[in-house]
């Protein structure tokens, strides 16, 4: 059962996050798209892998291949290698509208990624969990660009 929402908060979603990284702002950006594309997770040996076209109106997306899979946006803006920006419906499947911002700046010993997601819709309560999940995918997305930093193999 979906309540009707009585407030505007309860029509919003905002998510903000500062991820600091011990890598240099392009070796950053890199592992982002790599984090966001192939080795994307929601958790611990949980693989969510999917495509990112990292490029103006390019799509992300889960290939379930034949033709199959699970449209979660486009990309509204990307400048390598300080803004990606996307747009879409996400992981909600109903009325809904959401944005995800990382900016990248390069600060002492590294990297500065300012995160924002925010929603605007029907978001059905068990949806407002995904700071959690960005969480994740922020730590992974740090240790991958450090390991390339440090000329290992990403994580």
Do not use: C
Not at 129 to 138: D, L, Q
């Amino acid at each position: 059962m979906i309540s009707t929402a009585t407030k505007i908060e309860d029509l919003a979603l905002n998510i903000a996050e500062e991820i600091h990284v011990r890598a240099p702002v392009e070796l950053t950006f890199a592992a982002l798209l790599e984090q966001l594309g192939p080795f994307n997770e929601v958790a611990k040996d949980r693989p969510l892998p999917m495509k990112l076209e990292p490029w103006p109106g390019g799509r992300w997306y889960r290939d379930l291949a034949y033709n199959n899979g699970h449209f979660w946006g486009h990309v509204q803006a990307i400048k390598r290698p300080t803004l990606l920006e996307i747009a879409g419906p996400l992981l909600m499947s109903y009325p809904v509208f959401n944005n995800l911002q990382y900016r990248l700046s390069g600060v002492e010993g590294g990297t500065l990624i300012k995160f924002h997601h925010t929603a605007f819709g029907l978001i059905r309560e068990d949806d407002r969990h995904v700071s959690s999940g960005w969480s994740y995918t922020h730590a992974r997305l740090k240790e991958r660009a450090e390991a390339l930093r440090g000329g290992r193999a990403a994580v």
